[in-house]
């Protein structure tokens, strides 16, 4: 455009073209440059894109506006406004299409010279071309021209002239259009509305309008300064923009009184504001001297139907390029890409990148928006590479029921999938503590049940300086070793610890049968070394050697155990004590060294880590003195309450030092499931109320809530009640008459929630209890059920033809819910319901409300009614 700075504009159709529009059209072909060199003469745009000039025309001078025509055939047909009013009809490139050839240099007269201002071709009619001019007080200023119309002499005058004085081809002149709209004003800016051919919205000088052709006398408009730049977003044809000076406005036709939105955020004034044709919702505006265009994502927006609020809208900033732009145009089919220009004709080829948008699924998939596209990533179930998140543990163990087994609470370990040792050795300490309580506690209540669940630290602090030490005899050695005697408490810890069985026999051979059974024939050889019978030791190693899944490496530890010597300089102990290091299995390596080690000091077995707690600890309670058992067990909790190590409850008890190192552990691991389950198990009260314990718990509770394990969360809360009669909530929610407003299932006592149930008044689904149909504070009679039409407190199995529904919704063949059948329900919309079991078998085969007259969809109201929980699908 002559004296003004560039614009530029792609292809409709041809989506690799575009073209600059200054003192000249000039036409550019884009084409990627991702595999190849740049070639000669081309323009770089980008990394990946670069431009190749293919034509200029400069046939059409003093050019104001340009507009490419819409249709595929011709191509490169455009209209150009010039500064006298004209419109012409021009070409890039030669058209052999004969059809269309007479169309090239055809032009459009006003009656009266004056600026064109704007163009717009009719999307639906591609040969409507819409013209915008300056005001003329005889004239109007909305020209609608058919370009492929066949005018007779009579009815439109026609003159041929010639194009300039060297130019000896000849045109037609086309001087009646189809519509004149707008007298005596301006129009500065036009376009079509898509969902209809004959609506037009132009910015006129002080209003929008918007034109009817079927009738345009008259026209619907809004008095506004934003007139310049209307456009229509093309994926909600009633939502236009416009601007004035620094300002936006965003209109709502079907609500066109004033604009929802307007933007005053530009501090100089706008020249360009664009919808992007590819996104919902994404507006572009520039200002004038920046190198910035602004985004206004409105994708979200609500839409604005009888609603006084302002949409809300994300902003954001793109910088294509250092340089000041000119003008900018959004790819017709590119998502979010555009070329924009400078003063000087430079170009950039430019992506707008969506902001990515994360979510975490409650079952550990990871989900990204990126555009049109959603991305998914989610664990390979049969992938075993990869440890799984614990997340994903903790679900599948809620599935199977992990931490609800109160009577055989070891198998805890299995239902976790009994893969992790630890978990192992928490769920037999939590066993042998419950178990060990209880016989207490039918020995002599009230004495030493609570210190079991105090762990092993409490129990070796009740009982310093009442052990002595005495010599026993090998089993199959003439060797005397120093040895504790065991008093109660020690022999409670060794029971803790599962060596020995409850009862005063200490005998280690059922915990050695049972080892054996396991395949765990090093740990079963050396805790028969531990209590002096190296015989069995090496009979179990032999035992191991000769099974299906045994080492054959075991007999020569067992040979070299039948070697064992006690002299000090003998050469099997110096053998021994070098080579033991070199054992890859850790029961093998503190066997060895006990044999090695001076009386009374056994650090290379106290302190090998790998070695299992309980057995370190049930070693330490043989060998060592009060003072050093003491020192021992109070070193060993520390590093087990720092590590997190589960091992170390049997230690801590479920005290505050077991809430420490369960702290730890979730700090370490997450697993929430895990602390929640433990401490509920048989803490006491003043531990149950800690915070760190009550926000496991809830965490828990809320976690089974976001992966829709409804009915696992009403079982851990029963499992929770059980175990806790404190955390038992209160009645929260009942059911009051209409009349008196007091509650039908409790008595009229003055506290509600410790009245009566349901079943006093006989709605338990047993059809001998006695019917109660009205309310037992003002005897006012009870709704009656919208389908059996018999007052509510009836049970379901009395009523007529009660029997047919219960089988239809098979409610009462489970035991725990016989009485939901019974249940009080109603819409919250229609307040119409009865019998809970009558509803669900209605509201099965359908969605309307079972009242005459009533056309409520309740069902479709229910939120939640279409919702299945989680565990009932298979994973």
């Not at 890039?92 to 004056?114: C, M, T, W, Y």
């Not at 389950?677 to 149950?688: A, I, K």
């Not at 109603?826 to 969605?847: E, K, T, V």
Request: aromatic share 8%; with cysteine.
């Amino acid at each position: 455009m002559s004296g003004t700075k560039p614009d530029i504009l792609w292809a409709p159709h041809q989506v690799d073209r575009f073209v600059v529009c200054d003192s000249e059209l000039s036409l550019y072909h884009v084409e990627s440059t991702v595999n190849s060199e740049l070639k000669a003469g081309s323009l770089r745009l980008s990394e990946d894109s670069a431009a190749t000039l293919l034509s200029i025309n400069s046939d059409t001078p003093y050019m104001k506006c340009v507009a490419w025509y819409l249709n595929y055939d011709p191509e490169c047909l455009l209209a150009v406004g010039q500064a006298n009013g004209r419109v012409v009809l021009t070409s890039l490139g030669q058209d052999h299409n004969s059809k269309f050839k007479d169309l090239i240099g055809k032009e459009f007269v006003p009656k009266h010279a004056r600026q064109c201002n704007t163009l717009a071709w009719n999307p639906l009619d591609s040969n409507w071309l819409a013209a915008g001019l300056d005001k003329h007080r005889a004239d109007f200023s909305v020209l609608i021209w058919d370009i492929c119309s066949k005018y007779t002499p009579d009815i439109v005058p026609m003159e041929k002239v010639r194009l300039s004085a060297g130019e000896t081809e000849t045109t037609l002149l086309v001087t009646k259009p189809l519509y004149e709209l707008g007298q005596n004003d301006a129009c500065l800016s036009l376009c079509w509305l898509p969902r209809d051919q004959k609506l037009l919205l132009a910015g006129m000088h002080r209003n929008l309008a918007i034109f009817d052709l079927r009738n345009t006398s008259q026209k619907m408009f809004v008095n506004t300064k934003a007139v310049q730049g209307v456009t229509v977003d093309p994926y909600f044809h009633d939502r236009v923009a416009s601007f004035y000076e620094g300002q936006v406005a965003i209109w709502d036709l079907r609500k066109f009184e004033k604009p929802v939105l307007t933007l005053t955020e530009q501090p100089k004034p706008l020249t360009k504001v664009a919808w992007c044709p590819t996104r919902t919702g994404l507006l572009a505006t520039l200002t004038r001297d920046s190198n910035i265009i602004r985004l206004y994502d409105m994708q979200h927006t609500p839409t604005p139907i009888g609603d006084e609020t302002e949409p809300t809208i994300i902003e954001r900033s793109v910088q294509p390029c250092d340089n000041y732009i000119a003008s900018f145009a959004w790819h017709p089919t590119s998502q979010n890409r555009m070329i924009v220009v400078t003063p000087n004709r430079t170009m950039s080829d430019f992506t707008v990148f969506e902001r990515i948008s994360l979510a975490w699924s409650p079952i550990t998939s990871l989900m990204w928006a990126c555009g049109r596209h959603l991305y998914e990533c989610a664990e390979e179930e049969n992938d075993n590479s990869l440890e799984k998140d614990i997340a994903t543990k903790m679900r599948l163990r809620a599935l199977s029921r992990y931490g609800l087994d109160t009577e055989q609470v070891w198998r805890n370990h299995i239902l976790a999938g009994n893969e992790d040792p630890q978990l192992k050795s928490l769920w037999y300490t939590l066993h042998f503590m419950k178990q060990y309580t209880e016989d207490m506690d039918q020995k002599s209540p009230g004495n030493k049940g609570s210190l079991v669940y105090a762990g092993i630290k409490s129990i070796v602090k009740s009982s310093l300086g009442m052990v002595e030490s005495s010599r026993h005899i090998w089993s199959g050695l003439d060797k005397q070793t120093d040895t504790q005697n065991l008093n109660e408490e020690r022999i409670l810890a060794l029971q803790l610890c599962g060596w020995i069985k409850k009862g005063t026999d200490v005998d280690v051979g059922p915990f050695l049968n049972s080892l054996v059974q396991e395949g765990e024939w090093e740990r079963a050889a050396a805790v028969a070394l531990f209590n002096l019978d190296i015989r069995r030791a090496i009979q179990i190693l032999n035992e191991g050697a000769s099974s299906e899944k045994g080492d054959l490496n075991l007999n020569v530890v067992a040979m070299a155990l039948s070697g064992y010597t006690d002299e000090k300089n003998s050469l099997w102990r110096e053998m021994c004590s070098t080579l033991r290091l070199q054992l890859n299995n850790p029961y093998l390596c503190v066997m060895f060294a006990f044999l090695t080690s001076e009386t009374g000091s056994y650090d290379g077995v106290l302190y090998e880590n790998k070695v299992a707690v309980r057995d370190r600890v049930a070693f330490a309670c043989k060998f060592l003195s009060d003072s050093q058992l003491n020192r021992y067990i109070e070193k060993l909790t520390n590093e087990m309450k720092e590590a997190g190590n589960l091992e170390g409850i049997l230690l801590t008890g479920l005290t505050k030092d077991g809430v420490d190192l369960m702290e730890s552990y979730v700090d370490r691991t997450g697993d929430v499931q895990t602390a929640s389950y433990c401490m509920l198990q048989g803490s006491p009260l003043d531990v149950l109320k800690d915070e760190r314990v009550q926000y496991w718990i809830e965490n828990y509770r809320n976690l089974l809530d976001a992966w829709r394990f409804w009915h696992k969360r009403a079982e851990f809360d029963i499992h929770r009640s059980k175990l806790d009669p404190s955390s038992k909530p209160l009645a929260q929610v009942f059911v009051s008459c209409n009349f008196c407003g007091k509650s039908i299932s409790y008595s009229c006592s003055t506290v509600p929630h410790q009245g009566r149930g349901f079943s006093q008044y006989g709605v338990s689904g047993s059809p001998t209890k006695s019917k109660v149909t009205s309310c037992p504070g003002c005897r006012k009679p009870l709704p009656r059920c919208a389908l059996c039409l018999i007052n509510m407190g009836t049970p379901v199995s009395s009523c007529p033809g009660g029997s047919k529904s219960d089988e239809k919704v098979d409610l009462s063949k489970d035991k725990k819910l016989a009485q939901f059948n019974n249940w009080f329900t109603w819409c919250h919309n229609c307040r119409h319901g009865g019998h809970a079991g009558h509803m669900l078998s209605w509201f099965r085969d359908h969605a309307e409300c079972p009242v005459s007259a009533c056309t409520c969809k309740c069902m479709q109201l229910d939120t939640t009614g279409n919702l299945v929980p989680a565990e009932t699908v298979q994973p």
